[in-house]
């Protein structure tokens, strides 16, 4: 079947482009980078028989936390067809995203958390006024990387996910060189209007990246 041509600006597109932006963070975010797709700039959808949907995006990133340019960026996005839930399969090609070097900060804050007397804690990042406290944006970062490895799961057709809030989190006991977080957050389908609570256990290190060890649906 041959490709059709989709406004770039519209849900069809948009979608797209958002699951390779949480595809994009499940591999090259940390708690100071975070990558949000900027312009979609064309886009195309081709049924693929016996298999799903297949998007084409091209588009430009921005890494929102220091709010550089990110380059340009093309992806294939297959939505598998079929009654189990299947995660969308992501093809992607970028040439800026590992340019952005973030390490002397990744390594601060490691140090910080690793040499620190007490384990850190936070609740409700944004506050209820919309707020992050300084101190509370590593953690805040942290946890939309890890919520992206939820999105990516959890995408269909039917969907668009964004994340509301850390609803808390809390660093855990850790041996070895990953340090481990336990985080509640929320997650907003923009379709349904829903609110989704999920749990995931992560772990991160400058040198290993974020890794969602364990997510699972909660119960409001």
């Known amino acids: 079947m041959s490709e059709k041509e989709l406004n770039p600006d519209h849900y069809p597109a948009q979608r797209a482009a958002t699951v390779v932006q949480h595809y994009i963070n499940t591999l090259h975010g940390s708690p100071y980078k ?3 797709v900027e312009e979609v ?3 195309t959808v081709q049924e693929i028989a016996e298999r799903g949907s297949k998007y084409r995006v091209a588009f430009t990133v921005v890494e929102m936390v220091g709010n550089q340019p990110a380059g340009a960026c093309s992806a294939e996005v297959l939505f598998p ?14 040439g800026e995203l590992l340019k952005i070097d973030t390490s002397t900060k990744e390594q601060a804050f490691y140090l910080k958390l690793k040499n620190n007397g007490s384990l850190v804690s936070a609740q409700d990042i944004p506050d209820s006024y919309g707020d992050v406290a300084p101190e509370m944006e590593p953690l805040w ?3 939309r990387v890890a919520s992206s490895f939820v999105m990516l799961k959890e995408s269909n057709e039917n969907t668009l996910y964004s994340m509301a809030q850390v609803a808390s989190v809390t660093q ?3 041996e070895g060189e990953q340090l481990l977080f336990s985080y509640h957050v ?3 389908d923009r379709v349904s ?3 989704f609570c999920w749990k995931i256990f992560v772990s991160w290190c400058p040198a290993e990246g974020v890794t969602a060890l364990q997510m699972a649906a909660q119960t409001q």
């Open 34 to 36: 975070w990558f949000a």
């Open 41 to 43: 700039q064309s886009a």
């Open 81 to 94: 067809h079929g009654a189990s839930q299947a995660p969308p399969e992501v093809q992607l090609t970028c």
């Open 141 to 143: 970062h942290l946890g």
């Open 172 to 174: 855990q006991v850790s």
């Open 186 to 188: 929320l997650l907003h």
């Open 193 to 195: 209007e829903e609110i």
